[in-house]
């Protein structure tokens, strides 16, 4: 079956500039997860959803960063006015269940995010 | 805030050699999840441990939830070439599901 896909993969832009990142979740997947990475880095949490209802935003960097899931299933990640350091890999994970002590996340490939 | 500290975090081997990475944390965790990552690829689940002294083995891979469920370590014996790529250590929150991951270890096997 399918898994976890972004678009776009790869997206550069001009500082200050908006952008949008889309993450389309595995089919049926509850809970989706937003997470930036850098090179040979762990992935840093922004924020998460179950079903259509952002649960933490604990982890978005400042309030130019948004994310929406608006009907439980893709979720867009929005930056406004962008600036050279949110250039990264922004990661989206699926998964099937809300909690629970062996919940897997399936992760997308990532967009890799460039802000000249 | 809830940190996990992995190390080391580069490992070049040669083929054949045993290695341990360690995933450390002053928080007590739900679960520990081990995930593998290849280049250009998402991270990929390999193990959940959930009881503190658990040990699961996975092939050549054995790995170690620690009793007090604030640490663990993945063993990896007689390493392959394949087994080249960025191992992170993710601690869980079974309420929410949200997962805090380590910084990752590197690891390069060479032939």
């Known amino acids: 079956g399918a898994g976890v896909s972004q678009s776009p993969r790869y997206k550069v832009t001009k500082r200050g500039q908006d952008v949008a990142l889309r993450c389309d979740p595995i089919?049926?997947?509850?809970?989706l997860y937003w997470y930036r990475q850098a090179l040979g880095q762990g992935p840093e949490f922004l924020t998460y959803?179950?079903?259509?209802?952002?649960?933490?935003k604990s982890g978005l960097p400042n309030d130019r960063f948004s994310a929406e899931r608006p009907e439980g299933s893709i979720s867009t990640l929005t930056i406004q006015r962008t600036e050279q350091r949110d250039s990264a890999m922004y990661r989206c994970?699926?998964?099937?269940?809300?909690?629970?002590?062996?919940?897997?996340?399936?992760f997308g490939p990532g967009t890799r995010l460039t802000v000249l | 805030t809830q940190l996990l500290e992995q190390s080391p975090q580069f490992l070049s081997i040669q083929e054949g050699e045993n290695l341990t990475v360690y995933c450390n944390s002053s928080s007590v965790f739900s679960s520990l999840q081990w995930y593998r990552q290849e280049p250009g690829e998402g991270p990929v689940l390999l193990v959940t441990v959930v009881t503190g002294g658990e040990v699961k083995k996975l092939k050549r891979l054995t790995f170690q939830f620690g009793d007090a469920r604030k640490d663990s370590s993945l063993h990896i014996t007689a390493a392959q070439p394949g087994d080249t790529g960025l191992y992170l250590c993710?601690?869980?929150?079974?309420?929410?599901?949200?997962?805090?991951f380590g910084q990752g270890t590197t690891l390069q096997v060479k032939p």
């Open positions: 994970a699926s998964s099937p269940r809300t909690g629970g002590h062996y919940n897997e996340q399936f």
């Open positions: 959803f179950n079903y259509e209802a952002q649960q933490d």
């Open positions: 993710a601690g869980g929150d079974s309420n929410t599901g949200k997962l805090i």
């Open positions: 089919s049926g997947h509850v809970s």
